[in-house]
């Protein structure tokens, strides 16, 4: 992990932290979006009572170069993750994934961020760059992935990641 952020209030991005302490089955302490049932606004005026499938957000930091190289000028938390990883292929990840974060939190991958139109707000034209098509025209989501806290723990910068992948078949990740 390179960062880890969180913000006790709506706003897009987040502000970096020395560390931040996942809560099992609820997310980032303090986090506007922790919680057992959904707290993505959106989704609350759908159904308040969904499951919060969506506790802890994970982003890429190979994905600002790629921004950066596009133009725009993005940093961790810019994008609302709670965490920055470095070397592992997130959006390669099947559903199920368990990710352990320093020495004892656990989280688990239910599937990919879907961005919205307030990354265009953040800087405009962005989000055609977290979100195209492949060759083959499917949908490609690279704005990173979402998990649920299994094992709670406090996570700093530095902490390493494990990757422990699902038995059995892998189902790719889909939008959450």
């Known amino acids: 992990m390179t960062v880890v952020s969180s913000n006790e209030k709506y706003s897009f991005t987040k502000p ?10 609820l997310g980032v302490e303090g986090d506007v979006h922790a919680g057992a049932t959904v707290k993505h606004r959106s989704r609350v005026a759908q159904d308040p009572t969904q499951p919060n499938l969506r506790q802890v957000h994970l982003i890429h930091e190979e994905l600002f170069g790629e921004l950066r190289a596009a133009g725009f000028e993005v940093a961790p938390g810019d994008l609302g993750e709670n965490v920055t990883t470095s070397g592992v292929d997130l959006l390669a990840l099947p559903i199920g994934t368990l990710l352990h974060l320093g020495d004892e ?69 889909e939008r959450v």
């Open 16 to 25: 970096n932290r020395p560390s931040v302490t996942l809560l099992a089955g």
């Open 105 to 173: 939190a656990v989280v688990e991958v239910t599937g990919l961020r879907n961005p919205c139109l307030q990354i265009d707000n953040f800087q405009d034209g962005l989000l055609k760059r977290v979100v195209g098509r492949d060759e083959a025209g499917r949908i490609v989501r690279k704005a990173g992935i979402m998990g649920i806290v299994t094992v709670g723990g406090v996570v700093r910068p530095g902490d390493p990641i494990q990757v422990e992948l699902p038995v059995g078949p892998h189902r790719a990740l």
